[in-house]
């Protein structure tokens, strides 16, 4: 089967706690002093911006940031109603009596599809950051001082490996950017009644409606950067979410031979929206209007 007319939307709510920047392996966001296993200082640094330099106090600082809260607010949705995802589906029913040309019976129907949507966004607000002070003062005698940009092993000048940490602050109007993805599996099931009438010797029609059952399981996965920050913070959530709607569908059969027929489906189902979320982050997946082409063999027996 292939569905369509399925979308998503992403959302940052609150406050987002960062996890990626890792400052005890010597990563910051504006630069990086990575410990040597030979002593206390290091050549192996580098920073980003001339504002970070303070010679008269002898320190050159890195940032981290440790959460963001969103001012402008960040709420989009990706269309996919004319993207197509392939899946799988699978029919078993049977006739109660006969009413004429028609039968009437009921269907059980079980469908599996993939789902992976992404979307690249971005909002500003307040961030809250941690600040560390290096010692620049072995450093000062070099005329002029390194300027900003990576430098590595063999840089001019040793920094001292482990910083002083100062007070935490909060930059207000900064652009976070996102890019966050949805990859997941969609398990529906469907149970209703069904009418099949023998339109010829050669074709035949199916109808059915009735109560569905969704399951979505996956993952949220996102990357985001903060200002002009290099160091993404990144990771997923993983969730299982349970949602009900209904279905409608119509099947033509062709028969081949007594026990054996190619068929053309289609179906409408609404279900409600599947949402994972977690740490200020939210992706929800949309499914009020689903629309399934279906194409197969069918047994009677």
Known sequence: MVGMNISASFNVKNTIAFSGNNAAQGNYDDGYVHPSPNGPYTSDWGYDNSSQYLPASHQLLMHQATSFSSTSGLGTSSDSGFKAFAGFDMTYGG????????RIGWEFGFGLLPISISENLSTTGDVNQNVYAFD?????????????????????????????????????????????????????????????????????????????????????????????????????????????????????????????????????????????????????????????????INWPF
């Open 136 to 296: 620049t003062s072995g450093i000062d005698n070099y005329a002029p001082f390194p300027g900003p940009g990576p430098h590595g092993a063999g840089g001019t000048g040793f920094l001292p490996s482990t910083p002083t940490q100062l007070p935490s602050t909060q930059v207000p109007d900064v652009t976070l950017t996102c890019s966050y993805k949805l990859e997941l599996m969609l398990y529906t099931f469907r149970l209703g009644p069904s009418v099949y009438w023998d339109l010829s010797d050669d074709w035949g029609l199916s109808v059915g409606a009735g109560p569905a059952l969704g399951l979505v399981s996956g993952s949220l996965k996102y990357s985001e950067i903060v200002g002009s920050s290099t160091t993404p913070n990144t990771g997923q959530i993983d969730a299982t979410d349970l949602v009900y709607g209904g279905y409608a569908n119509a099947t033509l059969m062709y028969h081949i031979e007594e026990h054996g027929d190619l068929y053309l489906g289609a179906q409408y189902m609404s279900l409600g929206n599947a949402t994972i979320s977690g740490g200020g982050q939210e992706g929800r997946l949309n499914l009020g209007g689903q629309v399934y082409i279906m194409a197969g």
């Open 95 to 102: 006739n109660i009596w006969d009413w004429g040309q028609a």
